[in-house]
């Protein structure tokens, strides 16, 4: 079982600034958009096993428009597969559902780990899309 990782954009769209603090909220969820059963999201990699240290402490950004963050999502691969994640930029706030491009399978420790939010690597590299999913009583937002 190896390690894996995808890493999730968050772009700025509106007009004003937008902040950001420590880890975003995220929960896995299966084919059918329902969420996946003995998965468990935590902040930080350190229970993940093999995981590299994160780079970025948790802390506060801002970030004006047009501007993005990123977190990195770590896990041992297995045979569960999530084909979509609910993510919110922290606890609290208003979840957006997307597909995932790749099927996360998320192995027997059931974790995924999120690093810390942290302003975006490269501004210029195209983001791969991810498409939005249905959500239970609710649209999609992008």
Do not use: F
């Amino acid at each position: 079982m190896g390690l894996r990782a995808q890493t999730v954009t968050l772009t700025n769209c509106g007009k004003q600034p937008y902040r950001l603090n420590g880890y975003p909220s995220v929960r896995v969820l299966d084919e059918n958009g329902k969420v996946m059963d003995g998965v468990k999201a935590v902040q930080g990699t350190d229970s993940i096993p093999m995981a590299p240290p994160e780079d970025a402490e948790p802390g506060p950004l801002i970030l004006d428009p047009g501007e993005s963050a990123q977190t990195n999502l770590v896990w041992r691969s297995g045979a569960q597969a999530g084909t979509y994640l609910r993510i919110a930029p922290a606890a609290g706030d208003e979840p957006v559902t997307v597909r995932v491009a790749d099927p996360l399978d998320i192995g027997p420790e059931g974790e995924l780990g999120a690093t810390a939010w942290h302003m975006a690597e490269d501004e210029t590299a195209p983001a791969r899309p991810m498409t939005a999913a249905p959500t239970e009583g609710a649209a999609a937002r992008r």
